[in-house]
T-cell receptor, first 116, second 114 residues
Framework: AQKVTQAQTEISVVEKEDVTLDCVYE???????LFWYKQPPSGELVFLIR??????QNEISGRYSWNFQKSTSSFNFTITASQVVDSAVYFC?????????????FGKGTMLLVSP | AAGVIQSPRHLIKEKRETATLKCYPI?????VYWYQQGPGQDPQFLIS???????DKGSIPDRFSAQQFSDYHSELNMSSLELGDSALYFC?????????????FGEGSRLTVL
């Protein structure tokens, strides 16, 4: 069974602060993928990043960065210099492709509120 | 690039009515997934289809059924609607031939049951 835990249900920051969203996962599969999605108030799921289990390199994309640590089964997401437009619900998700297709398991999500 | 198309985007139904949601996957994607996201909840996996056959089943109620057609589009049929069925329904697609583990999501269909 797979499980994704996002312990932070809601985080409030002031613009320009840095913020880290935590994600801890559980899986027995040796090959798996981790994802982060952003869901703004409009409702669509916006893909942010995919990381496979064999690639532990951290990644930076603009103000976003991700820290994947297999030893602690964590895949944390940091937004640097947050902006109001970053306000959304962020989901961490896990898939362990078997036979070619993948079912995503989502965490409960973290609502990020960035105030001016 | 073509994305996953869902229709309708919004749907309002009365209790005990029936609703049908449609999903058109990305061209050459052979697998379709349905997810249900209740208010304030995370998306929950309902069901998936690979090459028109059910490939996996999640927490889909017996009142719901789904299928994938020969053109790979999928329909989710919901009968005897209940207030609790009000949710955002996402369809996603992927390709087993180019399996990166990523699901490509549509924009969702918002069902409101009154």
């Amino acid at each position: 069974a797979q499980k994704v835990t996002q312990a932070q249900t809601e985080i409030s920051v002031v613009e320009k602060e840095d913020v880290t969203l935590d994600c801890v996962y559980e899986t027995r599969d040796t090959t798996y993928y981790l994802f982060w999605y952003k869901q703004p108030p409009s409702g669509e799921l916006v893909f942010l990043i995919r990381r496979n289990s064999f690639d532990e390199q951290n990644e930076i994309s603009g103000r976003y960065s991700w820290n994947f640590q297999k030893s602690t089964s964590s895949f944390n997401f940091t937004i640097t210099a947050s902006q109001v437009v970053d306000s959304a619900v962020y989901f961490c998700a896990l898939s362990a492709p078997n036979s070619g297709y993948s079912t995503l398991t989502f965490g409960k999500g973290t609502m990020l509120l960035v105030s001016p | 690039a073509a994305g996953v198309i869902q229709s309708p985007r919004h749907l309002i139904k009365e209790k005990r009515e029936t609703a049908t949601l449609k999903c058109y996957p990305i061209p050459r994607h052979d697998t379709v997934y349905w997810y249900q996201q209740g208010p304030g909840q995370d998306p929950q996996f309902l069901i998936s289809f690979y090459e028109k056959m059910q490939s996996d089943k999640g927490s889909i109620p017996d009142r719901f059924s789904a299928q994938q057609f020969s053109d790979y589009h999928s329909e989710l049929n919901m009968s005897s609607l209940e207030l609790g069925d009000s949710a955002l329904y996402f369809c996603a697609s992927s390709s087993t031939y180019n399996n990166t583990g990523e699901l490509f999501f549509g924009e969702g269909s918002r069902l409101t049951v009154l």
